[in-house]
Nanobody
Framework: QVQLVESGGGLVQTGGSLRLTCAAS????????MGWYRQAPGKQRELVAT???????NYADSVKGRFTISRDNAKNTVYLQMNSLKFEDTAVYYC?????????????WGQGTQVTVSS
């Protein structure tokens, strides 16, 4: 089992910045990739950014150049630095940990943190 705790959400004006943090605990040795997803009201959850243990990153086109994902493997923590925030970035942001063991692959999710960008 892996537990994920997110922090850092809040209210910010358009053009502002926020930094999200997700700390993992439990069976962290099994974590492969970590990432951030978001879900806006009335919309499906979508990928924001992911990062592998080796540091390979992947971003949604809508956030490229504005968001940066990073990972501290020693602390089992992943960060999402969000700059130049737009109104459409408003959503609940969820941390994800993808794990792989001999028994298969499993995803874990945090409880979510609200990001609200005022126009």
């Amino acid at each position: 089992q892996v537990q994920l705790v997110e922090s850092g959400g809040g209210l910010v004006q358009t053009g502002g910045s926020l930094r999200l943090t997700c700390a993992a605990s439990g069976s962290t040795f099994s974590i492969n990739a970590m990432g951030w997803y978001r879900q806006a009201p009335g919309k499906q959850r979508e990928l924001v950014a992911t990062i592998t243990g080796g540091g390979r990153t992947n971003y949604a086109d809508s956030v490229k150049g504005r968001f940066t994902i990073s990972r501290d493997n020693a602390k089992n923590t992943v960060y999402l630095q969000m700059n130049s925030l737009k109104f459409e970035d408003t959503a609940v942001y969820y941390c994800n940990a993808n794990t792989r063991t001999l028994y298969g692959e499993k995803d874990y999710w945090g409880q979510g943190t609200q990001v609200t960008v005022s126009s």
